[in-house]
C-alpha cells in the first residue's frame, strides 16, 4: 500500500470555523490531490500541487485553499466551512504527474458540517 | 458538467459469472484510462489501466477494453467472487495528466 495518512479521519465542525486537513506520504512522489467523493457526483478534484509551493484549482476548488511547503505534506483548508462541504475527503498521490501513473489515495476523511 | 460517466448505478453477479462494467466519456482528449475499487470506509485502491494505444489490457481475472471511436470502456471481472463486491469507478485523464476525471461509480454485488 502506498504510504499515506490523512488526518484528521473523522471530523464535526460548526459552520463559519475553519478546518484543516492534513494529507502526509512517504513515497516522495511529486504529485499531491485532493478529491471530494459526494452521492451522485462520484470524485472530484478540488486542488492539486505538482510540487513544493506549486499548485493548482481542480473543478471545485470555490471555498478551499491548500498549501504545500514540504513534500510530504499537503494541507486543505475550509476558510469558514458551510454545510455544502460536508464529504468524504481522500488525498491521493502519483509519481509522473498522472500520464501512465496512476493515482493511489489515502483512507479518506469524513468531514461534517452541522 | 460530467466528463466520465457511469451510467449504471448498480449491478449485481452470480459468483463464477461475468461482472462487466461500462464507462463513457466525451472528452476526445483524454489518452489514459483506468478503474478502482472502493471498500466503504477505505479509500479507492488502484485496480487496471489503459493507454489510449491499446485496446485490451488485461490483469489475471480482470480486463480493460477501450473502443476510442465510441469514447467507451469497459471492466470485465471473470470470474466473479463475492470479494469483488465493491463500488468500481472509472476514471480518466488527458495528455497532461494533471487531473484525473472520475465517473459517478458502479456498485458490484457478487452473489455467492
Known amino acids: 500500500d502506498a504510504g499515506i495518512t490523512q488526518s484528521p479521519r473523522h471530523k464535526v465542525t460548526e459552520t463559519g470555523t475553519p478546518v484543516t486537513l492534513r494529507c502526509h506520504q512517504t513515497e516522495n512522489h511529486r504529485y499531491m490531490y485532493w478529491y471530494r467523493q459526494d452521492p451522485g457526483h462520484g470524485l472530484r478534484l478540488i486542488h492539486y500541487?505538482?510540487?513544493?509551493?506549486?499548485?493548482d484549482k481542480g473543478e471545485v476548488s470555490d471555498g478551499y485553499s491548500v498549501s504545500r511547503s514540504k513534500t510530504e505534506d499537503f494541507l486543505l483548508t475550509l476558510e469558514s466551512a458551510t454545510s455544502s462541504q460536508t464529504s468524504v475527503y481522500f488525498c491521493?498521490?502519483?509519481?509522473?504527474?498522472?500520464?501512465?501513473?496512476?493515482?493511489?489515495f489515502g483512507n479518506g476523511t469524513r468531514l461534517t458540517v452541522t | 458538467d460530467q466528463q466520465v460517466k457511469q451510467n449504471s448505478p448498480s449491478l449485481s453477479v452470480q459468483e463464477g459469472r461475468i461482472s462487466i462494467l461500462n464507462c463513457d466519456y466525451t472528452n476526445s482528449m483524454f489518452d489514459y484510462f483506468l478503474w478502482y475499487k472502493k471498500y466503504p470506509a477505505e479509500g479507492p485502491t488502484f485496480l487496471i489501466s489503459?493507454?489510449?494505444?491499446?485496446d485490451k489490457n488485461e490483469d489475471g481475472r480482470f480486463t480493460v477494453f477501450l473502443n476510442k471511436s465510441a469514447k467507451h470502456l469497459s471492466l470485465h471481472i471473470v470470474p466473479s467472487q463475492p470479494g469483488d463486491s465493491a463500488v468500481y469507478f472509472c476514471a480518466a485523464s488527458d495528455h497532461t495528466g494533471n487531473q484525473f476525471y472520475f465517473g459517478t461509480g458502479t456498485s458490484l454485488t457478487v452473489i455467492p
Open positions: 489503459i493507454s489510449s494505444i491499446k
Open positions: 500541487s505538482y510540487g513544493v509551493k506549486d499548485t
Open positions: 491521493a498521490i502519483s509519481d509522473g504527474g498522472g500520464h501512465n501513473s496512476p493515482l493511489h
